[in-house]
């Protein structure tokens, strides 16, 4: 899915954001190109997602940075821990 703005048109006499709008694609045909384009669009979901990640992570860090510490370590965590604990965490991914 596509989140983008929706502009007034080109020629409007105040050019301004009027909205938001969602573009969705879906799977039409189940045939070899059905599963193609299916494979195109998870690989652009999938480096689209890691891209807004990136962006949120050093959101993310900003503001833990400038929180209390005290008070992250007594709110409520995830619930879990990655598999081989913590240092295995911070090993890249077989991909």
């Known amino acids: 899915m596509l989140v983008g703005a929706v502009l007034s048109p080109f020629e409007a006499a105040i050019r301004e954001v009027e909205g938001v709008a969602c573009l969705t694609a879906s799977l ?3 045939d070899a190109e059905g599963v193609e384009q299916l494979g195109r669009l998870a690989s652009f979901a999938q480096g689209h997602v890691a891209a807004k990640c990136k962006v949120l992570e050093t959101e993310v860090l900003e503001i ?3 929180m209390d510490v005290e008070k992250l370590y007594a709110s409520a965590g995830l619930g879990f821990t990655a598999q ?6 911070g090993r890249p991914r077989k991909s």
Do not use: M
Not at 84 to 89: D, H, K, Q, R
């Open 84 to 89: 081989g604990g913590p240092v295995a965490a």
């Open 28 to 30: 039409i045909t189940y």
């Open 64 to 66: 833990a940075k400038k």
